[in-house]
């Protein structure tokens, strides 16, 4: 199921043209990795979670070379990435997983994107690599829980007390 996400995520984020592109830009690189990505850029250095920076997170093409990360126009040549770690996560719909990185002018990305075993069969950037649930942030659980009331409630209008 993972697979077939990831096809479809890279099908509307248009992950083929966009790969073909960057390498005509740069016929030096070798493309480890391109893939659709919501993509934050963070203050500091954070756990990823279920939160409202992912709501509005930079939804681009994720691209990993053998001399930097590319995300949009967030450009981090791999020289400068002082810590990265890669972290695996499970939900309903197959796996998923979360590449953190620093750099070395102490700023923190998370890059979030469906599985694919390209990124840990590489040895361009080491990385940590660490299975974990996301946790729920307190605005995730706050949203969830009104929606759910709102379901709650649409159903005992539309169906229980007409």
Do not use: H
């Amino acid at each position: 199921m993972s697979d077939i996400i990831r096809k479809i995520t890279n099908i509307i984020y248009n992950s083929n043209s966009i790969r073909k592109k960057y390498l005509l830009e740069n016929p030096s690189e070798k493309i480890i990795m391109c893939d659709a990505s919501k993509s934050v850029k963070l203050d500091e250095d954070k756990t990823p979670e279920y939160g409202k920076e992912w709501i509005t997170a930079k939804r681009c093409v994720f691209i990993f070379s053998d001399k930097k990360i590319k995300a949009g126009k967030w450009e981090i040549p791999i020289n400068q990435i002082d810590n990265a770690e890669l972290i695996k996560f499970s939900t309903l719909y197959g796996k998923g997983m979360v590449l953190k990185i620093s750099t070395i002018q102490n700023e923190y990305y998370q890059f979030g994107l469906q599985y694919n075993k390209e990124i840990e069969n590489q040895n361009i950037l080491n990385f940590k690599i660490s299975e974990q649930k996301l946790k729920l942030s307190l605005f995730s659980i706050i949203i969830r829980i009104i929606a759910i009331s709102f379901l709650i409630y649409y159903i005992i209008t539309k169906f229980i007390i007409k």
